[in-house]
């Protein structure tokens, strides 16, 4: 983590998991334990049906922002079981995912249709948290920074340089994912960087700097010091670990070493 350039995020994705009657109780154990660490956004994404609850329960507290886990790139209409941005912001959410691998795999969303739904998130006032991530075999076959490339360039066409501030991007191996199977430090150190080199190549050095980039893949309370250590690593999207508010919090506190 730089702090002196850019903001440290720790995002949770529930994905398919917990209830309506958990987030009551989850909040109240996460908001007690990250009272001190003031210097790190938090996010928690839920599914859809539970983001009434958690925007009830949030009511007030300011240190914990609401996400959503994918957003429509359409204002509205026939859209059968999808959710528009302006509705997400009714419910005061903040976040929204875009392109996490799973929705690229089981919904085949393609790098077209995540570019369409980013910009839809940031007219609608979101921030977008952009996935990317290589596969297991992209990355045997020496491809990782040419595919992270690509993705990054493809969600963000179009996205001029007021907006690109209110993005950010999370690299997100597939291979790593729900797998135990933790990027090494410097693996993901090094994906990281090429994002922001990205950026800077996009926009400029200013924007590039600026720009918070996330970790994930089994990220937890045992790995996340040594992983946020990283220069280029900004914070992370955790999924299993942020189920358990205590295990999400550790990883909060880890975001306040320099
Ligand atoms: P994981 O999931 O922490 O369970 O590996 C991360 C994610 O998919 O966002």
């Known amino acids: 983590m730089n702090k002196k350039y850019r903001k440290a995020v720790v995002a949770g994705n ?17 908001r007690a334990n990250i009272s001190k ?25 300011s240190r914990i922002c609401i996400g959503a886990q994918d957003v429509s790139e359409y204002d509205s209409g026939a859209y059968t079981g999808d959710v528009a941005g302006s509705t997400l ?16 795999e089981y919904q085949h ?9 980013v910009k839809k998130a940031l007219e609608c006032g979101l921030h977008p948290i952009i996935c990317v991530g290589e596969s297991k075999k992209q990355r045997d076959f020496g491809l990782t920074i040419a595919h992270i490339e690509y993705q990054v360039r493809a969600a963000l066409h179009g996205v001029d340089s007021e907006e690109i501030k209110h993005c950010i991007i999370a690299y997100e191996p597939i291979w790593a994912i729900g797998t135990g199977e933790v990027a090494t430090a410097q ?9 922001r080199r990205i950026i800077k190549d996009i926009y400029c050095a ?20 040594t992983l946020l250590s990283m220069q280029n690593i900004d914070g992370g999207l955790i999924g299993g ?3 358990k508010p205590e295990k999400l919090a550790k990883i909060i506190a880890a975001t306040d070493q320099e």
């Open 109 to 117: 969303e393609d790098d077209f249709k995540i570019n369409a739904k």
């Open 187 to 195: 693996q993901a150190e090094e994906v990281c960087g090429q994002i």
């Open 89 to 104: 912001r009714e419910l005061g959410v903040r976040y929204a995912i875009i392109g996490h691998s799973e929705r690229r």
């Open 241 to 243: 670990a942020s189920l």
């Open 14 to 30: 529930w994905k398919m998991n917990m209830s309506i009657a958990e987030v009551k109780p989850f909040v109240e154990e996460l």
């Open 206 to 225: 200013k924007t590039g700097r600026g720009i918070s980039i996330l970790y994930g893949g089994s990220m937890n309370d045992e790995n996340a010091m």
């Open 37 to 61: 660490h003031k210097t790190c956004d938090v996010v928690v994404c839920v599914p859809f049906v539970m983001l009434s609850a958690m925007s009830k329960a949030l009511r007030d507290t």
